[in-house]
C-alpha cells in the first residue's frame, strides 16, 4: 500500500515562498511519475509540476514557471515543491501524486487519472 503524506503548507503574504513536501512509503513495484496539484474552492483540480523518475525531466504549468521548481530526494523518498513569489492565485489545497506504472507517456501529463496515488492534501494560503 502506497502513501504519500505531504507537508509543508500555510499562510504568507505575496512574494513570500513556501517549500512543500511529500513523503512517500509503501511498495510499489514501479513508478514513472510524480506531480504536484492544487485545486481551489469551486475549481477543478490542476497541475502544478511533475517529475519523471530518476528526475531526467520535469514539466510546469506555465502559470507556475519561472517560480516553482519541483525536485526529489531518492535517498528520503521525498517530493518537493519550491515555491517562490507566491501570489494570492497560488492559494489552494496542494496534492502529491504518483504514477505507480511502468511508462508514463508525455502526453496528458497532468491528467489526474493517470495517477494512481494521491495525498491528503496541504493547504497553501497567500494573502495579498
Known amino acids: 500500500q502506497v502513501q504519500l503524506v505531504e507537508s509543508g503548507g500555510g499562510s504568507v503574504q505575496a512574494g513570500g515562498s513556501l517549500r512543500l513536501s511529500c513523503a512517500a512509503s509503501g511498495y510499489t513495484y514501479s513508478r514513472c511519475r510524480m506531480a504536484w496539484f492544487r485545486q481551489a474552492p469551486g475549481k477543478e483540480r490542476e497541475g502544478v509540476a511533475g517529475?519523471?523518475?530518476?528526475?531526467?525531466?520535469?514539466f510546469y504549468a506555465d502559470s507556475v514557471k519561472g517560480r516553482f521548481t519541483i525536485s526529489q530526494d531518492n535517498a528520503k523518498n521525498t517530493l518537493y515543491l519550491q515555491m517562490n513569489n507566491l501570489k494570492p492565485e497560488d492559494t489552494a489545497m496542494y496534492y502529491c501524486?504518483?504514477?505507480?506504472?511502468?511508462?508514463?507517456?508525455?502526453?496528458?501529463?497532468?491528467?489526474?487519472?493517470?495517477?494512481?496515488?494521491w495525498g491528503q492534501g496541504t493547504q497553501v494560503t497567500v494573502s495579498s
Open positions: 501524486a504518483a504514477s505507480d506504472r511502468v511508462h508514463c507517456s508525455e502526453q496528458y501529463q497532468f491528467r489526474p487519472s493517470l495517477y494512481d496515488s
Open positions: 517529475i519523471y523518475t530518476g528526475g531526467r525531466s520535469t
